[in-house]
């Protein structure tokens, strides 16, 4: 058997020769800074985000670098280390969503959203080196709408960057860049994270309309060392997408049925269900009044997730992790029955982790391909990788890459 892949992160010294080399050869001229931003693995609350409920992310230590320069144009040059020489060219001038194609709209969306909102954005040069590995579901493509967001408002002196608060306007141009020129359905806990994570710390993050950005998280410790613990992040490498359609068919499916039970989002009746004197009656006529089983099914996880986000940060501040990789099993298993986002590489992925050791483990991300995560002992993430990759070789599927997922910092810039 092949010995699985380790993915390492790229050194922020690195990252910086990197993508500078890749911009001066492309444009022939120096860039004026470099900037980079984290992919994230949510530990728990799936698909929660868009229904205003809880969800519990990290940074990761692999980042996308952005080497960008401003131009007094309109136009946008983009171009990726994955391609080298392809240059995709847009011009912001009348613009339109959808507007522009390939993984060039992520980056390019950023500057439209920006100037849909008055911004003074004008044309940019940009090029890209990322060890976020794509389609993942590890948010490689957050990782490059904040990078480019935090560029462009160091550089056109926009002053939203250097604050908690203030990241939020650039947060909603990367979520409005994905959605609209992207086409690729968010709900924001992905560029949340790449935006506001803190190292060593989970970020609580509240997805409820009402509140402000400074009520909206709270840093929660997730230091994985000082428990003797490891966070193993496994990339199946069976295909995710998150624009075909069945990640918008769900959350349809979840607006319909706050409609019919006459709630603004999912996030009232999840809260009203915890505080009825006998929750599980709450939930059972809360999805009795719904017309048919599918909707059902959808409703009956997010509620239970959202819970189930509240009281795994209760285990983990009280250091109950047998409690904590119970709450992963359940979140995965009712994203498989309930949500049915799962495929067999995750579900295998899932199985043995959980035969060999890991105290939980579940799918994160959107889920129809991408990542799983299991907490395990220090010291046993390679193992663990290995013994998937074995099983991932007799049934034929893809081999699969892993890496040690730490709570790491957010977006920055780096020269």
Known sequence: MAQVEFIAPIEADEGVARVTELFEKTYGEKPEGVWSAPGRVNLIGEHTDYNAGLCLPIALPHRTYIALKPRTDTTARV??????????????????????????????????????????????????????????????????????ALALDDVYGLGYGQSDAGRVTLINAAIRSENEMAGASTGGLDQNASMRCEENKALLLDCRPELTPLENVSQQ??????????????????????????????????????????????????????????????LKETLDALPDEVMKKRVRHVVTEI?????????????D?????????????????????????????????????????????????????ALVDEGKSEEIAQKIADEFA???????????????SSASRNA
């Open 221 to 282: 410790a997730f230091d994985l060392k000082a428990n003797k613990l490891e966070l193993l992040a496994l990339d199946t490498q069976a295909p995710h997408q998150l624009n075909d359609g069945q990640y918008a068919e769900r959350r349809a499916t979840c607006e319909k049925a706050a409609e019919i039970l006459k709630v603004p989002n999912l996030r009232y009746c999840a809260d009203g269900i915890m505080k009825a004197g006998d929750p599980f009656q709450a």
């Open 79 to 148: 171009v990726s280390e994955i391609n080298p020489d392809e240059v995709t060219t847009a011009d912001l001038e009348g613009l339109k969503a959808r507007g522009v194609d390939g993984w060039g709209a992520y980056p390019i969306g950023v500057a439209w959203a920006l100037r849909e909102k008055g911004f003074n954005v004008r044309g940019f040069d940009a090029a890209f080196v990322s060890c976020v590995p794509l389609g993942s579901g590890l948010s490689s493509s957050a990782a490059m709408t904040c990078s480019t």
């Open 394 to 408: 007799r049934r034929g599927f893809h081999a699969p890459r892993a890496l040690s997922a730490v709570a790491s």
């Open 321 to 373: 992790i047998e409690e904590a990789g119970r709450l992963f099993n359940a979140s995965h298993d009712s994203l498989a029955v309930d949500y049915e986002v799962t495929v067999p590489e995750l579900d295998v992925a899932v199985d043995v982790a959980r035969r060999n050791g890991a105290y939980g483990a579940r799918m994160t991300g959107g889920g129809f391909g991408g990542s799983i995560i």
């Open 307 to 319: 819970e189930r986000v509240r009281s795994f940060v209760h285990a983990f501040a009280n250091n």
